[in-house]
């Protein structure tokens, strides 16, 4: 999140969305930036009361419009309401206002549950633009962040948004990496030898890691590094999370996948779609 200048908070008009306008509304507020907030209304909606009643299309638009600004309440902004899938709604919205960054509620009218709900995940795995998915219980500023790094060049731009962030939000920033127990039986002469080339295993990795760190931290960021072993890279982010209280997690949406499965069964899908936080995705072309 550079500095922003044009924001796009979608709204459904539900608790959680409420809480993604007032992120919206503040960080567009912290950088001066325009504030657009977009409602889209289901086209099935509009058709079923236009069989009952031919030509309530524009007064279906002009309530859902004053139900919005209501449920806002937020004067310096420029709502707008369309008839159309959310999803395709949502994206066109973005490209016309040039948005800096996409801020939606983490899951919808269905209700609050554990991580993203369904439209929240298609969201973030097509948004061509960083999407915050805002969690229902979030409308202050972060007080702590995690990123996730596995050494590709995609998370390594993910961290340098996370160091930008938690420069903005004056927090503290843990980056961690989590692997997968190596393969002892290639190197590892004995089963005894095993127990000190896995700590050694481990230590490349801290010290690759530490190196990052410091050639890309900014001075006035605390960061926290975290090497963590676990069968499962996303549980292992989702634990670490959960353990130290994390407000905000920020991961690039592709890491070492194919472009082809794009978000789709990896580590940053599981991540979007069970965590207890709020969460910052990077796509690759952002």
């Known amino acids: ?47 079923d009361l236009e069989e009952v009643m031919p030509g309530s ?7 859902a419009g004053k139900a919005l600004e209501k449920f806002a309440g937020v004067t310096q902004a420029r709502y707008d309401v369309v ?23 983490a899951y919808g009218v269905t209700g609050a549950g554990r991580g993203a709900g369904s439209l929240a995940l298609q969201i973030a795995r097509k948004s061509p633009l960083n999407v915050l998915l805002v969690d229902g219980t979030h409308t202050a500023a972060f007080d702590s962040a995690l990123v996730g790094i596995d050494f590709s060049d995609h998370s390594l731009r993910a961290f340098d948004e996370a160091l930008h962030v938690a420069h ?20 590892a002469p004995t089963p005894q030898a095993s127990p000190d080339y896995r700590r050694q295993f481990r230590a490349a990795l801290e010290r690759r890691l530490d190196g990052i760190v410091a050639e890309r931290r900014k001075a006035n960021v605390d960061v926290t590094t975290a090497v963590l072993e676990h069968t499962s890279y996303a549980q292992g ?5 959960a353990k130290q209280g994390i407000d905000l997690v920020v991961l690039g949406t592709l890491g070492h996948t194919s472009l082809r499965y794009a978000l789709l069964g990896s580590t940053a899908e599981r991540v979007v779609r069970d965590s207890p936080c709020s969460v910052l995705a990077i796509p690759p072309g952002a």
Do not use: N, W
């Not at 299309?57 to 309530?63: C, P």
């Open 168 to 187: 903005l939000e004056k927090c503290p920033l843990h980056a961690m990496h989590v692997f997968a127990p190596p393969p002892l039986h290639y190197r």
């Open 57 to 63: 299309k524009g007064s279906v638009v002009a309530d």
């Open 1 to 47: 999140m550079e500095h922003l200048k044009s924001v796009l908070a979608a709204v459904d008009l539900s608790p959680c969305s409420r809480a993604a306008l007032a992120q919206a509304a503040r960080l567009a507020g912290r950088d001066g930036a325009t504030l657009h907030v977009l409602h889209a209304v289901e086209p099935r909606v509009v058709e």
């Open 237 to 241: 982010i989702l634990d670490y999370a």
């Open 83 to 105: 008839v159309g899938a959310p999803l395709d709604a949502i994206f066109a919205k973005a490209r016309a206002v040039s948005a800096d960054l996409l801020v939606i509620g």
